[in-house]
């Protein structure tokens, strides 16, 4: 059945190959961009196109005398979750790094985007001695209320880890972060990049000296909206193999190799970054042919085979339109983040010309550009609704997110506040949001391929962060190749 649906798959992504170059990938990674600026907390600068959305959250750390302004909402909601956004941040980095020379102009907007949230993890990181500040807004308070960013009020609560109520899984994310962002400014802000590594270092040194995972230390705060499920030794593989990349110091792999073997997932995400780490740590294996790190490529490559849907060892299944389907919730989340490490394991190995094999089958970097390809032209329309789920791009795109700010009349059209529960009555109404909350990915479509576009129905209807960081990779990918 996986054979032949692999047939058929790569049947129709050679017709589609030459039949047409594919989506305009430029606009696509111009708007998964530009998503961003709908997603700032703090005071907006004066070049902020998305002109619907003002200054918001600009008290935020007051309650614990510290400045936590700035960074972003995960998603729908107005509550800055530092674990996503830490993710959200090394994505956006690793794209840059990957990607850089492909996105022309849009290297300065990504910079832009890494820069909003790195400013405020410094400042969570900086703020008090022994403390990591790790998100700002309680979120059930938050999530009882429709309402605009610019008008909140409810609690902005403060929370923080610490030695004696640890987080090593959002301490190691946060270092990821800002180790992965000081190399995008090395060259451009040296004095940035240089305040980026120490900070990086100070964080995953902490992250390393106080095991816990800052879900049993925070419980509801974070609980369920963003519990570290897959415990925090992902995390502290993933900080230490940013650091490595960062430093070429051998101390991190030596900490890694102390940790002992990994899981081996066929799922990357926010939460489980086994996978992420293994194509990180592969590089060095694949492009200096480097022994070392070879059992980091066998990993990477197990993981594909997972993915690949012709590989005998395949976990993953399909929609009958040829979208990976991982999870009900929020599955574009794993699409694109999955997606990324295929686009990247490929360009390594092109550089190298190296194959590797799935059981029986030999694997070519082809193969995972085609099943990539198919996976970014699924979310910029080519599926059988012919929608775009990616808001603004198309013609048909998703009309109703789940989204506060976008579904609301902005303040510059509707100046006094609808209060906690005011907006409800947006909410429930069958009416397009109207503000187009430009570059946004949504959920997605469910295992049918359906969509059926209910502002309520948050599971495929609520845009994050995290989607479309993992998307900007791919996207300059594939613009450098119709280049």
């Not at 170059?21 to 961009?33: D, F, Q, V």
């Not at 900070?199 to 369920?224: D, E, H």
Request: hydrophobic fraction near 35%.
């Amino acid at each position: 059945m996986a054979s032949s649906f692999f047939f058929v798959f790569l049947l129709s992504t050679l017709l589609l190959e030459n039949t047409y170059a594919g989506p305009n990938y430029r606009e696509a990674l111009t708007k998964s961009l530009l998503f961003f600026q709908g997603q700032r907390s703090g005071p907006l600068p004066g070049d902020q196109k998305l002109s619907w959305r003002f200054s918001s959250g600009l008290s935020d750390g007051s309650s614990a005398h510290v400045d936590l302004t700035g960074g972003y909402y995960d998603a729908g909601d107005n509550v800055k979750f530092n674990f996503p956004m830490a993710f959200t941040t090394t994505m956006l980095s690793w794209s840059s790094l990957e990607y850089g020379k492909k996105m022309g102009p849009e290297l300065q907007n990504a910079r832009v985007a890494i820069r909003w949230a790195t400013d405020y993890l410094l400042k969570c990181a900086r703020a008090t001695p022994g403390k990591l500040y790790v998100g700002v807004g309680d979120p059930n308070g938050d999530h009882k209320c429709w309402e605009r960013p610019e008008d909140m009020d409810t609690p902005r609560t403060v929370y923080s880890v610490s030695a004696s109520n640890p987080g090593s899984d959002v301490a190691a994310e946060t270092a990821a972060a800002l180790a992965s962002s000081s190399m995008v400014f090395r060259k451009v802000d040296p004095k940035y990049s240089r305040l980026l590594l120490a900070t990086a270092k100070k964080v995953m040194q902490f992250a390393i000296q106080y095991r816990g995972a800052y879900s049993n230390s925070l419980s509801s705060a974070v609980c369920p909206f963003y519990c570290s499920y897959s415990g925090y030794k992902d995390e502290l593989v993933w900080g230490a193999a940013w650091l490595h990349r960062a430093t070429n110091d051998q101390y991190y792999i030596n900490f890694i190799k102390s940790l002992g073997g990994g899981d081996q997932p066929d799922i990357f995400s926010w939460d489980n970054k086994y996978a992420g780490a293994y194509v990180l740590l592969s590089r060095v294996s694949v492009l200096n042919n480097d022994n070392n790190f070879e059992l980091y490529k066998q990993a990477a490559e197990n993981f594909m085979c997972k993915i690949l849907p012709n590989s005998p060892s395949s976990s993953t299944k399909y929609t009958q339109g040829g979208l990976m389907y991982k999870l009900p919730q929020s599955n574009l989340q794993y699409v694109t983040s999955i997606t990324f490490l295929l686009t990247t394991y490929a360009k390594y190995m092109k550089s190298k010309k190296h194959t590797f094999n799935c059981g029986n089958s030999v694997i070519a970097p082809n193969a995972l550009i085609n099943l990539s390809k198919r996976q970014v032209d699924y979310i910029l329309g080519v599926n059988p609704m012919k929608m775009s789920y990616m808001v603004g791009f198309g013609s048909n795109f998703p009309k109703r997110i789940h989204h506060r700010g976008s579904s609301l009349p902005s303040r510059a059209v509707r100046s006094n506040s609808l209060g906690c529960s005011g907006g409800f009555q947006s909410f429930r109404t069958q009416n397009p949001n109207p503000n187009i909350l430009i570059g946004a990915i949504v959920g997605g479509p469910d295992r049918n391929d359906q969509y059926p576009d209910q502002r309520d129905d948050y599971t495929r209807s609520e845009p994050a962060t995290y989607i479309n960081a993992a998307f900007v990779g791919p996207l300059a990918y594939f613009v450098g190749k119709n280049h």
